[in-house]
């Protein structure tokens, strides 16, 4: 009879290869946060060219409590840096996200919420990617109405960002399906090809 006591029977065998065995390399693509030509898809994309006009945009927090307790929500959320609105012509809501005022004071830098640019008034600018175009929302909204003007800009200089990076991204794949490649004729012993590479 075999007793647990015994150290050979209540111990796991060990095997040195497999605990400590480099990790295989996965072949996983992520996807890309940009769409190669962001500009012309700004350009040509019907909800683009709709929202890019100036229209009718309105807050659409909170829309259950009474128009006291909603101002002073969009006024706390403004300076906590967020706040939801929609384009009225469109139903389209967006979720803007932007630096917040220090204390509910406007700091000189900060452009992306100004309480003092116009009495009664909050100026808003929020950059963010939008259908995997990178866009900046601009606009005002009435502290007492809670309505207001707003629209959606390309944002040049985010795109520069984002285009670098996604052609940074698409280099290392295609390195990465480059070394997949040799080795995988490395253990066939078949001639190159290169079918598989991406293209920008």
């Known amino acids: 009879m075999i007793s647990m ?3 050979a029977v209540g111990m796991l ?7 400590y065995e480099q990790p295989k390399t996965r072949f996983i693509f992520k996807m ?6 962001q500009k012309a898809k700004f350009e040509s994309d019907e909800l683009f060219r709709r929202l890019s006009r100036e229209s009718e945009v309105r807050f659409t927090g909170y829309r259950d409590r009474p128009t006291e307790e ?8 403004c300076r ?17 996200v932007f630096t917040p005022s ?23 600018r929020s950059h963010f990617i939008m259908n995997g175009v990178c866009v900046r929302w601009r606009g005002w909204i009435d502290l007492e109405r809670l309505d207001g003007v707003g629209c959606l800009e390309f944002d040049e200089e985010k795109a520069m960002v984002e285009d670098a ?18 080795k995988q004729r490395a253990y066939r012993g078949q001639p190159q090809d290169h079918d598989l590479e991406y293209a920008y």
């Open 165 to 182: 990076m996604l052609r940074d991204q698409i280099e290392r794949y295609n390195q990465r399906l480059r070394e997949f490649e040799e």
């Open 80 to 96: 906590e840096g967020h706040t939801e609105v929609a384009f009225v012509a469109t139903g389209t809501n967006m979720q803007l």
């Open 32 to 37: 890309p946060r940009v769409v190669p030509d």
């Open 70 to 77: 909603r101002q002073i929500r969009f006024q706390n959320g």
């Open 102 to 124: 220090t204390n509910g004071y406007h700091i000189p830098g900060n452009r992306d919420c100004d309480f003092e640019k116009e009495h009664g008034k909050v100026h808003i």
């Open 5 to 7: 006591n015994d150290p």
């Open 13 to 19: 065998p060990f095997d040195g290869i497999g605990l």
